[in-house]
């Protein structure tokens, strides 16, 4: 594996992402009441939850890169800071997105999440998501209980699955997440649903295409199928994906070149994760 990376699994503690669990912590570091708000048994008095529960609301945070573990104390990183700027109560669904992407793009980490949003399967069996996600990290030779996908798997499907009929919007037990509609359930099956092109920007599409590609001009059917690219994580389909596009053109952020059947990419601007929060919030702020 690369960089002596590995697999983690079961490090959530047998908890999703509850609502009001990130802006607590994140409100708490900010403010610097203490320098690390998870050390000992601190989280759990400070958030007031259950100290397994404080172990796995810091793993999502780190998973989520809204918070970097450091001796002695706990940071925000530039994506905890920016939210701690614009949304700290992360009311968003800009910064939902953003989380959605950086859980997902975390193949490590968050191997879950990564394969089954990489995967590019459209609809799956519950039942065959197991394979799916075993045969993903197969491919580097790592060994896993399988008792610990199936438990996985589960906290991955309450994060973005809620049951309607009992849905009560003052629960806490809802995982924000679920809010974007990026899965449904449909019988024995799991589906994945296009994002409502209003409520996903293009600055995060732009974003998510910055990471991958660094900057460098990149070919557009190459990318329909790149990892950790828009269309994976996001359930673009290729349509969607070129309205996206087309708008970071009109905003100029890239330039698409279509002439000799060149179908390249160049990005115009190098935005950083705070200029694209700035340019989605400022309108907001005024």
């Known amino acids: 594996m690369k960089n002596g990376a590995t697999y983690k699994f079961k490090k959530n503690e047998s908890f ?13 570091i900010a403010d610097k009441n203490v320098p690390n708000v998870f050390s000992k048994n601190l989280g759990s008095k400070i958030l007031g939850i259950g100290s397994n529960m ?10 989520a890169n809204i918070i970097e ?16 700027d614009h949304d700290r109560y992360f009311e968003s669904d800009f910064t939902w997105y953003l989380v959605h992407m950086f859980l997902c793009s975390n193949k ?26 075993m045969s993903d990290i197969s491919d580097d030779s790592f060994e896993v209980k399988p008792s610990y996908v199936e438990d996985d798997l589960s906290i991955f499907l309450k994060s973005y699955l809620r049951d309607d009929e009992v849905y009560n919007p003052e629960d806490n037990y809802v ?15 799991i589906e994945k649903q296009r994002p409502i092109l209003t409520k996903l920007s293009y600055l995060i599409v732009y974003y998510s295409l910055s990471v991958v590609y660094k900057f460098n001009s990149f070919n557009i059917e ?24 087309e708008e970071m053109q009109r905003n100029g952020l890239i330039t698409i070149n279509k002439t000799a ?23 907001l702020e005024k």
């Open 54 to 63: 404080a172990k796995g609301l810091k793993y999502w945070l780190q998973v």
């Open 261 to 283: 059947g060149l179908n390249a990419v160049y990005f115009e601007k190098k935005l950083t994760l705070r200029n694209i929060f700035e340019a989605n919030f400022r309108g």
């Open 108 to 133: 490590y980490e968050c191997p879950v999440f990564y394969a089954v949003f990489n995967s590019g399967i459209k609809k799956i069996k519950k039942a065959e998501l197991a394979n799916l996600v």
């Open 175 to 189: 995982c924000p997440l679920s809010s974007l509609k990026l899965l449904k359930k449909n019988g024995e099956f």
């Open 16 to 28: 999703y992402i509850r609502d009001g669990w990130f802006e607590k912590a994140l409100n708490e």
């Open 222 to 245: 190459d990318s329909f199928g790149v990892i950790n690219g828009p269309i994976h994580l996001f359930n673009l389909d290729k349509n969607g994906y070129l309205q996206y596009l």
């Open 69 to 84: 573990p450091l001796i002695n104390k706990t940071e925000l990183t530039e994506f905890g800071k920016c939210i701690r």
